[in-house]
Protein backbone atom coordinates (compact mmCIF):
# COMPACT_ATOMS: atom_id res chain seq x y z
CA UNK A 1 0.00 0.00 0.00
CA UNK A 2 1.58 3.62 -0.80
CA UNK A 3 1.86 5.81 2.18
CA UNK A 4 1.44 9.53 0.95
CA UNK A 5 2.93 11.03 3.59
CA UNK A 6 5.87 8.64 3.45
CA UNK A 7 6.07 9.47 -0.31
CA UNK A 8 5.30 12.95 0.06
CA UNK A 9 8.64 13.21 2.14
CA UNK A 10 10.79 11.87 -0.54
CA UNK A 11 9.69 14.20 -2.69
CA UNK A 12 10.80 17.30 -0.30
CA UNK A 13 13.74 15.56 0.24
CA UNK A 14 14.81 15.40 -3.72
CA UNK A 15 13.78 18.69 -4.11
CA UNK A 16 15.67 20.35 -1.31
CA UNK A 17 18.74 17.84 -1.72
CA UNK A 18 18.34 19.87 -5.39
CA UNK A 19 18.66 22.91 -3.84
CA UNK A 20 15.33 24.08 -5.18
CA UNK A 21 11.85 25.56 -3.43
CA UNK A 22 8.61 24.17 -4.40
CA UNK A 23 7.76 27.16 -6.37
CA UNK A 24 10.67 26.41 -8.81
CA UNK A 25 9.53 22.40 -8.90
CA UNK A 26 6.33 23.35 -9.37
CA UNK A 27 7.09 25.45 -12.81
CA UNK A 28 9.71 22.84 -13.75
CA UNK A 29 6.76 20.38 -13.72
CA UNK A 30 3.89 23.03 -15.37
CA UNK A 31 2.12 22.20 -11.73
CA UNK A 32 0.78 25.27 -9.26
CA UNK A 33 3.12 25.40 -6.13
CA UNK A 34 0.12 24.31 -4.10
CA UNK A 35 0.13 21.08 -5.75
CA UNK A 36 3.87 20.79 -4.81
CA UNK A 37 2.89 21.87 -1.28
CA UNK A 38 -0.08 19.09 -0.82
CA UNK A 39 2.45 16.01 -2.66
CA UNK A 40 4.57 16.98 0.15
CA UNK A 41 2.40 16.88 3.11
CA UNK A 42 0.71 13.70 2.08
CA UNK A 43 -2.91 15.19 1.24
CA UNK A 44 -2.07 13.93 -2.43
CA UNK A 45 -0.11 12.29 -5.23
CA UNK A 46 1.29 13.09 -8.39
CA UNK A 47 -0.90 11.85 -11.39
CA UNK A 48 1.27 9.11 -13.79
CA UNK A 49 2.39 11.76 -16.23
CA UNK A 50 3.83 13.91 -13.36
CA UNK A 51 5.49 11.14 -11.44
CA UNK A 52 7.27 9.59 -14.57
CA UNK A 53 8.33 13.50 -14.86
CA UNK A 54 9.51 13.82 -11.25
CA UNK A 55 11.64 10.28 -11.50
CA UNK A 56 13.51 11.38 -14.72
CA UNK A 57 14.33 15.25 -13.11
CA UNK A 58 15.68 13.49 -9.77
CA UNK A 59 16.93 10.49 -11.51
CA UNK A 60 15.21 7.73 -9.63
CA UNK A 61 12.67 4.79 -10.48
CA UNK A 62 9.05 5.21 -9.62
CA UNK A 63 9.71 2.27 -7.00
CA UNK A 64 11.92 4.29 -5.45
CA UNK A 65 10.04 7.23 -5.05
CA UNK A 66 7.00 5.19 -3.96
CA UNK A 67 8.89 3.31 -1.46
CA UNK A 68 12.11 4.29 -0.93
CA UNK A 69 15.79 3.63 -1.23
CA UNK A 70 16.95 6.14 -3.17
CA UNK A 71 19.54 7.55 -2.02
CA UNK A 72 21.83 4.79 -1.35
CA UNK A 73 21.53 3.98 -4.66
CA UNK A 74 22.22 7.07 -5.42
CA UNK A 75 25.39 7.41 -3.29
CA UNK A 76 26.73 4.14 -4.56
CA UNK A 77 26.59 5.64 -8.14
CA UNK A 78 28.58 8.94 -7.12
CA UNK A 79 30.80 6.74 -5.31
CA UNK A 80 31.54 4.65 -8.12
CA UNK A 81 31.53 7.69 -9.88
CA UNK A 82 34.40 9.16 -7.46
CA UNK A 83 36.49 6.15 -8.28
CA UNK A 84 36.37 6.23 -12.11
CA UNK A 85 37.33 10.17 -11.84
CA UNK A 86 40.39 8.95 -9.30
CA UNK A 87 41.34 6.13 -11.75
CA UNK A 88 41.57 8.29 -15.10
CA UNK A 89 43.27 10.90 -13.19
CA UNK A 90 46.20 7.99 -11.86
CA UNK A 91 46.25 6.53 -15.39
CA UNK A 92 46.63 10.34 -16.66
CA UNK A 93 49.90 10.88 -14.33
CA UNK A 94 51.10 7.27 -14.76
CA UNK A 95 51.10 8.26 -18.83
CA UNK A 96 53.35 11.08 -18.00
CA UNK A 97 50.81 13.41 -18.22
CA UNK A 98 51.60 17.18 -16.59
CA UNK A 99 48.73 18.38 -13.86
CA UNK A 100 45.82 19.77 -14.99
CA UNK A 101 46.04 17.98 -18.15
CA UNK A 102 44.12 15.24 -17.46
CA UNK A 103 40.76 14.16 -19.14
CA UNK A 104 37.84 16.68 -18.30
CA UNK A 105 34.59 15.13 -16.81
CA UNK A 106 31.50 15.00 -18.93
CA UNK A 107 27.98 15.77 -18.53
CA UNK A 108 26.49 12.84 -17.57
CA UNK A 109 29.48 11.84 -14.50
CA UNK A 110 29.09 15.63 -13.48
CA UNK A 111 25.06 15.30 -13.07
CA UNK A 112 25.91 11.46 -11.36
CA UNK A 113 28.35 13.63 -8.57
CA UNK A 114 26.95 17.41 -8.39
CA UNK A 115 24.28 16.47 -5.88
CA UNK A 116 27.72 15.54 -3.53
CA UNK A 117 29.43 18.90 -4.21
CA UNK A 118 30.11 22.32 -3.46
CA UNK A 119 28.18 24.96 -6.21
CA UNK A 120 31.54 26.32 -6.60
CA UNK A 121 33.19 22.49 -7.76
CA UNK A 122 29.79 21.84 -9.96
CA UNK A 123 30.74 25.64 -11.77
CA UNK A 124 34.38 25.05 -12.09
CA UNK A 125 33.84 21.56 -13.51
CA UNK A 126 30.90 22.53 -15.80
CA UNK A 127 32.64 25.43 -17.88
CA UNK A 128 35.61 22.57 -19.15
CA UNK A 129 33.23 19.99 -19.97
CA UNK A 130 34.06 17.65 -22.67
CA UNK A 131 31.64 17.18 -25.88
CA UNK A 132 28.44 18.51 -26.11
CA UNK A 133 25.69 19.62 -23.54
CA UNK A 134 21.96 19.33 -24.70
CA UNK A 135 19.47 21.87 -23.03
CA UNK A 136 17.62 18.88 -20.85
CA UNK A 137 21.03 17.99 -19.40
CA UNK A 138 21.49 21.82 -18.44
CA UNK A 139 18.27 21.99 -17.10
CA UNK A 140 18.88 18.24 -14.55
CA UNK A 141 22.38 20.42 -13.62
CA UNK A 142 21.27 23.76 -13.02
CA UNK A 143 20.11 23.68 -9.63
CA UNK A 144 23.25 22.63 -8.43
CA UNK A 145 24.82 26.01 -9.82
CA UNK A 146 24.29 29.76 -9.49
CA UNK A 147 22.35 31.44 -11.83
CA UNK A 148 24.99 33.33 -13.46
CA UNK A 149 26.92 29.74 -14.39
CA UNK A 150 23.52 28.49 -15.90
CA UNK A 151 23.72 31.26 -18.49
CA UNK A 152 27.03 31.10 -19.09
CA UNK A 153 26.76 27.57 -19.75
CA UNK A 154 24.12 28.59 -22.21
CA UNK A 155 26.62 31.17 -24.00
CA UNK A 156 28.92 28.60 -23.70
CA UNK A 157 27.76 25.33 -25.21
CA UNK A 158 24.37 26.86 -27.51
CA UNK A 159 22.50 23.74 -26.71
CA UNK A 160 19.15 23.07 -29.65
CA UNK A 161 16.25 25.14 -27.25
CA UNK A 162 12.72 24.72 -27.61
CA UNK A 163 10.24 25.49 -25.45
CA UNK A 164 10.12 22.62 -22.90
CA UNK A 165 13.75 23.07 -22.14
CA UNK A 166 13.05 26.41 -22.04
CA UNK A 167 10.18 25.68 -19.35
CA UNK A 168 12.67 23.65 -17.14
CA UNK A 169 15.53 26.15 -17.74
CA UNK A 170 13.41 29.24 -16.85
CA UNK A 171 13.21 28.75 -12.56
CA UNK A 172 17.32 28.90 -12.80
CA UNK A 173 17.69 32.20 -15.07
CA UNK A 174 16.83 35.66 -15.14
CA UNK A 175 13.96 37.04 -16.38
CA UNK A 176 15.58 39.08 -18.81
CA UNK A 177 17.17 36.07 -20.38
CA UNK A 178 14.19 34.13 -20.35
CA UNK A 179 11.98 36.73 -21.95
CA UNK A 180 14.76 36.95 -24.67
CA UNK A 181 15.14 32.91 -24.73
CA UNK A 182 11.24 33.01 -25.50
CA UNK A 183 11.20 35.74 -28.11
CA UNK A 184 13.96 33.59 -29.88
CA UNK A 185 12.11 30.48 -30.18
CA UNK A 186 8.58 31.95 -30.90
CA UNK A 187 10.51 33.77 -33.85
CA UNK A 188 11.87 29.85 -35.12
CA UNK A 189 15.27 29.77 -34.06
CA UNK A 190 16.19 26.82 -32.02
CA UNK A 191 19.91 28.05 -30.73
CA UNK A 192 20.78 30.43 -28.19
CA UNK A 193 22.11 33.60 -29.79
CA UNK A 194 23.33 35.87 -27.38
CA UNK A 195 23.60 39.71 -27.70
CA UNK A 196 26.60 41.75 -26.92
CA UNK A 197 25.10 43.10 -23.68
CA UNK A 198 24.43 39.38 -22.46
CA UNK A 199 27.47 38.19 -23.94
CA UNK A 200 29.14 41.37 -21.65
CA UNK A 201 26.98 40.39 -18.60
CA UNK A 202 27.81 36.69 -18.89
CA UNK A 203 31.34 36.86 -19.36
CA UNK A 204 31.44 39.34 -15.94
CA UNK A 205 29.69 36.44 -14.10
CA UNK A 206 32.04 33.86 -15.14
CA UNK A 207 34.56 36.27 -13.98
CA UNK A 208 33.05 36.67 -10.57
CA UNK A 209 32.43 32.88 -10.39
CA UNK A 210 36.06 32.42 -10.66
CA UNK A 211 37.26 34.64 -7.94
CA UNK A 212 34.54 33.26 -6.30
CA UNK A 213 36.87 29.97 -6.44
CA UNK A 214 39.99 31.29 -5.25
CA UNK A 215 41.75 31.24 -2.01
CA UNK A 216 40.70 34.78 -0.90
CA UNK A 217 40.62 38.15 -2.69
CA UNK A 218 44.25 38.72 -3.59
CA UNK A 219 44.37 35.44 -4.88
CA UNK A 220 41.70 36.35 -6.91
CA UNK A 221 43.45 39.73 -8.56
CA UNK A 222 46.62 37.66 -9.28
CA UNK A 223 44.61 35.19 -11.63
CA UNK A 224 43.07 38.32 -13.51
CA UNK A 225 45.02 38.11 -16.28
CA UNK A 226 44.69 34.81 -17.04
CA UNK A 227 40.78 34.86 -16.03
CA UNK A 228 41.26 37.79 -18.85
CA UNK A 229 43.03 35.93 -21.52
CA UNK A 230 40.74 33.04 -21.29
CA UNK A 231 37.57 35.29 -21.83
CA UNK A 232 39.03 37.29 -24.45
CA UNK A 233 39.99 33.54 -26.13
CA UNK A 234 36.03 32.20 -25.20
CA UNK A 235 34.77 35.62 -27.19
CA UNK A 236 36.59 35.34 -30.76
CA UNK A 237 33.55 33.70 -32.32
CA UNK A 238 31.38 36.18 -30.87
CA UNK A 239 32.83 39.04 -33.69
CA UNK A 240 34.50 42.06 -33.55
CA UNK A 241 31.25 44.41 -31.54
CA UNK A 242 31.05 41.59 -28.88
CA UNK A 243 35.06 41.53 -28.47
CA UNK A 244 34.76 45.24 -27.70
CA UNK A 245 32.24 44.76 -25.29
CA UNK A 246 33.96 41.99 -23.36
CA UNK A 247 37.31 44.47 -23.28
CA UNK A 248 34.91 46.53 -21.48
CA UNK A 249 33.66 44.59 -19.13
CA UNK A 250 37.28 43.18 -18.36
CA UNK A 251 38.16 46.90 -17.82
CA UNK A 252 35.42 47.23 -15.23
CA UNK A 253 35.99 44.14 -13.08
CA UNK A 254 38.44 45.25 -10.72
CA UNK A 255 36.17 48.03 -9.47
CA UNK A 256 33.61 45.96 -9.55
CA UNK A 257 34.95 43.37 -7.43
CA UNK A 258 36.31 46.20 -4.53
CA UNK A 259 32.94 47.67 -4.16
CA UNK A 260 30.89 43.92 -4.50
CA UNK A 261 28.80 43.68 -1.00
CA UNK A 262 30.13 40.68 0.96
CA UNK A 263 27.46 38.29 1.31
CA UNK A 264 26.76 37.33 4.94
CA UNK A 265 26.19 34.35 5.92
CA UNK A 266 24.51 32.75 9.14
CA UNK A 267 24.89 30.11 11.21
CA UNK A 268 21.89 27.26 11.47
CA UNK A 269 21.41 28.90 14.90
CA UNK A 270 21.14 32.52 13.38
CA UNK A 271 18.95 31.37 10.77
CA UNK A 272 16.44 30.55 13.16
CA UNK A 273 16.32 33.33 14.88
CA UNK A 274 15.83 35.64 12.19
CA UNK A 275 12.98 33.64 10.96
CA UNK A 276 11.37 33.90 14.36
CA UNK A 277 11.59 37.33 14.33
CA UNK A 278 9.41 37.52 10.77
CA UNK A 279 7.14 35.39 13.01
CA UNK A 280 7.36 38.05 15.59
CA UNK A 281 7.28 41.02 12.82
CA UNK A 282 4.10 39.39 11.56
CA UNK A 283 2.87 39.03 14.94
CA UNK A 284 3.05 42.87 15.59
CA UNK A 285 1.78 43.74 12.32
CA UNK A 286 5.60 45.59 11.40
CA UNK A 287 4.63 45.87 7.87
CA UNK A 288 7.64 48.43 6.88
CA UNK A 289 9.80 45.97 8.56
CA UNK A 290 8.67 43.01 6.60
CA UNK A 291 8.45 45.13 3.60
CA UNK A 292 12.38 45.91 3.72
CA UNK A 293 13.40 42.63 4.75
CA UNK A 294 11.19 40.53 2.04
CA UNK A 295 13.96 38.87 -0.29
CA UNK A 296 15.73 37.45 2.73
CA UNK A 297 12.87 34.45 2.70
CA UNK A 298 12.79 34.57 -0.76
CA UNK A 299 12.97 30.73 -0.95
CA UNK A 300 10.20 30.35 2.38
CA UNK A 301 6.99 29.96 0.15
CA UNK A 302 4.93 28.75 3.68
CA UNK A 303 5.75 32.08 5.64
CA UNK A 304 5.60 34.13 2.63
CA UNK A 305 1.98 32.72 2.08
CA UNK A 306 1.26 33.37 5.83
CA UNK A 307 2.34 37.22 5.41
CA UNK A 308 0.25 37.24 2.53
CA UNK A 309 -3.20 35.97 4.03
CA UNK A 310 -2.66 38.58 7.30
CA UNK A 311 -2.57 41.24 5.01
CA UNK A 312 -5.27 40.35 2.92
CA UNK A 313 -7.12 39.90 6.10
CA UNK A 314 -6.30 43.65 6.83
CA UNK A 315 -7.38 44.98 3.54
CA UNK A 316 -3.49 45.77 2.46
CA UNK A 317 -3.95 44.92 -1.51
CA UNK A 318 -1.82 47.29 -2.13
CA UNK A 319 1.05 46.44 -0.27
CA UNK A 320 0.47 42.52 -1.05
CA UNK A 321 0.97 43.77 -4.82
CA UNK A 322 3.83 45.65 -4.21
CA UNK A 323 5.67 42.80 -1.89
CA UNK A 324 4.61 39.70 -2.54
CA UNK A 325 3.00 39.48 -6.40
CA UNK A 326 2.81 35.79 -5.95
CA UNK A 327 -0.28 35.78 -3.66
CA UNK A 328 -2.48 38.75 -4.61
CA UNK A 329 -6.08 37.91 -4.93
CA UNK A 330 -8.72 38.48 -7.25
CA UNK A 331 -8.63 41.87 -6.57
CA UNK A 332 -5.15 43.16 -6.84
CA UNK A 333 -5.04 41.17 -10.10
CA UNK A 334 -7.90 42.85 -11.44
CA UNK A 335 -6.01 46.29 -10.44
CA UNK A 336 -3.36 45.24 -12.45
CA UNK A 337 -4.95 44.69 -15.65
CA UNK A 338 -7.06 47.60 -15.52
CA UNK A 339 -3.93 49.81 -14.94
CA UNK A 340 -2.03 47.66 -17.67
CA UNK A 341 0.94 46.46 -15.29
CA UNK A 342 1.73 43.56 -17.50
CA UNK A 343 5.61 43.90 -16.50
CA UNK A 344 4.07 42.96 -12.92
CA UNK A 345 1.85 40.44 -14.33
CA UNK A 346 4.66 38.31 -16.08
CA UNK A 347 6.43 38.71 -12.80
CA UNK A 348 4.65 37.38 -10.71
CA UNK A 349 1.42 35.65 -12.52
CA UNK A 350 3.41 31.81 -12.48
CA UNK A 351 2.84 32.14 -8.41
CA UNK A 352 -0.48 32.81 -9.00
CA UNK A 353 -3.21 29.42 -8.49
CA UNK A 354 -4.88 28.32 -11.60
CA UNK A 355 -8.02 30.47 -11.73
CA UNK A 356 -6.04 33.56 -11.52
CA UNK A 357 -3.18 32.96 -14.27
CA UNK A 358 -6.64 31.87 -16.54
CA UNK A 359 -8.01 35.16 -16.04
CA UNK A 360 -4.40 36.96 -16.69
CA UNK A 361 -3.84 34.96 -19.91
CA UNK A 362 -8.03 36.01 -21.02
CA UNK A 363 -7.46 39.38 -20.13
CA UNK A 364 -4.57 39.53 -22.11
CA UNK A 365 -5.88 38.34 -24.78
CA UNK A 366 -8.45 40.53 -24.91
CA UNK A 367 -6.16 43.32 -24.51
CA UNK A 368 -4.51 41.46 -27.69
CA UNK A 369 -1.30 41.25 -25.58
CA UNK A 370 -0.15 38.91 -28.10
CA UNK A 371 3.86 39.44 -27.03
CA UNK A 372 3.02 38.55 -23.52
CA UNK A 373 1.01 35.62 -23.93
CA UNK A 374 4.37 34.26 -26.55
CA UNK A 375 6.24 35.22 -23.39
CA UNK A 376 4.43 33.79 -20.81
CA UNK A 377 1.63 30.82 -21.79
CA UNK A 378 3.88 28.36 -21.45
CA UNK A 379 4.40 28.59 -17.69
CA UNK A 380 0.93 28.77 -17.17
CA UNK A 381 -1.72 25.82 -16.60
CA UNK A 382 -4.49 27.25 -18.94
CA UNK A 383 -5.86 23.44 -20.26
CA UNK A 384 -9.42 25.30 -19.05
CA UNK A 385 -9.18 27.83 -21.49
CA UNK A 386 -6.38 26.75 -24.69
CA UNK A 387 -9.30 26.13 -27.33
CA UNK A 388 -10.79 29.97 -26.23
CA UNK A 389 -6.51 31.65 -26.18
CA UNK A 390 -5.98 29.41 -29.56
CA UNK A 391 -8.90 30.65 -31.20
CA UNK A 392 -8.59 34.08 -30.27
CA UNK A 393 -5.14 34.41 -31.60
CA UNK A 394 -5.60 32.24 -34.53
CA UNK A 395 -8.62 34.96 -35.12
CA UNK A 396 -6.18 38.13 -35.04
CA UNK A 397 -3.52 36.28 -37.45
CA UNK A 398 -1.39 35.33 -34.43
CA UNK A 399 -0.89 31.44 -36.20
CA UNK A 400 2.59 30.60 -34.52
CA UNK A 401 0.61 32.01 -30.97
CA UNK A 402 -2.30 29.83 -31.55
CA UNK A 403 -0.35 26.68 -32.40
CA UNK A 404 1.81 27.38 -29.07
CA UNK A 405 -1.29 27.65 -27.09
CA UNK A 406 -2.76 24.60 -28.45
CA UNK A 407 0.33 22.44 -27.74
CA UNK A 408 0.21 19.72 -25.47
CA UNK A 409 -3.00 21.22 -24.27
CA UNK A 410 -6.23 20.44 -26.92
CA UNK A 411 -7.31 17.08 -27.71
CA UNK A 412 -7.10 15.90 -31.11
CA UNK A 413 -10.46 16.85 -31.94
CA UNK A 414 -10.12 20.33 -30.89
CA UNK A 415 -6.73 20.26 -32.61
CA UNK A 416 -9.12 19.40 -35.61
CA UNK A 417 -11.30 22.11 -35.40
CA UNK A 418 -8.75 24.53 -34.74
CA UNK A 419 -6.86 23.44 -38.02
CA UNK A 420 -10.16 23.82 -40.13
CA UNK A 421 -10.95 27.08 -38.95
CA UNK A 422 -7.56 28.27 -39.59
CA UNK A 423 -7.82 25.89 -43.43
CA UNK A 424 -11.04 28.01 -43.90
CA UNK A 425 -9.57 30.84 -43.54
CA UNK A 426 -6.34 30.41 -45.60
CA UNK A 427 -4.08 30.38 -43.23
CA UNK A 428 -1.76 27.86 -44.02
CA UNK A 429 1.35 29.52 -41.82
CA UNK A 430 -1.06 28.45 -38.91
CA UNK A 431 -2.65 25.54 -40.40
CA UNK A 432 1.46 24.09 -41.12
CA UNK A 433 1.89 24.01 -37.28
CA UNK A 434 -1.60 22.91 -36.00
CA UNK A 435 -1.32 20.23 -38.46
CA UNK A 436 1.09 17.83 -36.89
CA UNK A 437 -1.56 17.61 -33.85
CA UNK A 438 -4.49 16.43 -36.02
CA UNK A 439 -4.99 12.77 -36.32
CA UNK A 440 -4.27 10.69 -39.78
CA UNK A 441 -8.06 10.99 -40.49
CA UNK A 442 -8.13 15.00 -40.68
CA UNK A 443 -4.84 15.29 -42.44
CA UNK A 444 -6.14 12.28 -45.42
CA UNK A 445 -9.08 14.59 -45.32
CA UNK A 446 -7.52 17.86 -45.91
CA UNK A 447 -4.90 16.84 -48.72
CA UNK A 448 -7.78 15.43 -50.68
CA UNK A 449 -9.37 18.50 -50.34
CA UNK A 450 -6.57 20.23 -51.63
CA UNK A 451 -5.89 17.66 -54.24
CA UNK A 452 -9.09 17.96 -55.84
CA UNK A 453 -8.66 21.43 -55.95
CA UNK A 454 -5.43 21.31 -57.17
CA UNK A 455 -3.48 22.85 -54.64
CA UNK A 456 -0.18 20.97 -55.26
CA UNK A 457 1.40 23.62 -53.78
CA UNK A 458 0.04 22.95 -50.59
CA UNK A 459 -0.20 19.60 -51.33
CA UNK A 460 3.45 19.59 -50.73
CA UNK A 461 3.83 21.57 -47.91
CA UNK A 462 1.95 18.62 -46.15
CA UNK A 463 2.47 15.64 -47.34
CA UNK A 464 5.18 14.47 -44.97
CA UNK A 465 3.02 14.27 -42.70
CA UNK A 466 0.41 11.64 -44.64
CA UNK A 467 0.71 7.73 -44.94
CA UNK A 468 1.83 6.06 -48.10
CA UNK A 469 -1.67 5.08 -49.17
CA UNK A 470 -3.15 8.51 -49.06
CA UNK A 471 -0.09 9.55 -51.12
CA UNK A 472 -0.84 6.91 -53.56
CA UNK A 473 -4.44 7.73 -53.74
CA UNK A 474 -3.49 11.79 -54.26
CA UNK A 475 -0.87 10.59 -56.97
CA UNK A 476 -3.95 8.59 -58.62
CA UNK A 477 -5.44 12.22 -58.80
CA UNK A 478 -2.92 14.23 -60.43
CA UNK A 479 -2.51 11.36 -62.84
CA UNK A 480 -6.16 12.43 -64.08
CA UNK A 481 -5.69 15.93 -63.89
CA UNK A 482 -2.46 15.38 -65.97
CA UNK A 483 -0.01 16.99 -63.54
CA UNK A 484 2.80 15.42 -63.74
CA UNK A 485 4.55 17.33 -61.85
CA UNK A 486 2.41 16.65 -58.64
CA UNK A 487 2.77 13.40 -60.11
CA UNK A 488 6.86 13.76 -59.56
CA UNK A 489 6.64 15.06 -56.24
CA UNK A 490 4.31 12.36 -54.76
CA UNK A 491 6.29 9.91 -56.15
CA UNK A 492 9.13 11.21 -53.79
CA UNK A 493 7.45 10.69 -50.65
CA UNK A 494 6.50 6.91 -51.44
Same mark, same amino acid.
Given at each position: ????????????????????????????????????????????????????????????????????????????????????????????????????? =??????? $? /???? &? @? *???? +?? %? #??????? =??????? $? /???? &? @? *???? +?? %? #??????????????? /???? &? @? *???? +?? %?????????????????????????????????????????????????????????????????????????????????????????????????????????????????????????????????????????????????????????????????????????????????????????????????????????????????????????????????????????????????????????????????????????????????????????????????????????????????????????????
Amino acid at each position: MIENRAVGRRIASLRQEHSLTQQQLAAMLRVSHQAVSKWESGQALPDIQTMLELTQFFGVTVEQLLNGSAQPEQAQEAEQSCAQAQEHKQESVDAGDAPGE =EKNMNIQ $Q /LLQM &A @P *FMSK +EG %V #EEIAMQL =EGSVTAM $Q /LARL &A @P *FVRQ +EC %V #EALLAKYQPQMNWDA /LRRL &A @P *FMSR +ES %VDRLARAIASGETTVQDSADGINKTINDIGKAFDDIGKGVGQAFDGLGKGMEKAVRKAWRFGENVINEVSNAINDLSSEAENAPVERVRSERAQQIRKRAFERALEDSKWDWLAAHMDEIADDSELKERIAAKAQTQGMHEWIRTNLGGFADAANVDAAIADGKWDWLGEHVTGMDDGLQKRVALAAMQAQNWPWLRAHSDALNLDDCAWELANGALQAGEGALAAQLAANRLDVNQMAELANLAYAAKNHDALEKLLPGCDAVFVDALLRDLAANADWAHVEQYVSLAPANTVEQLMETAVEQGDFDAVDMLDQHL
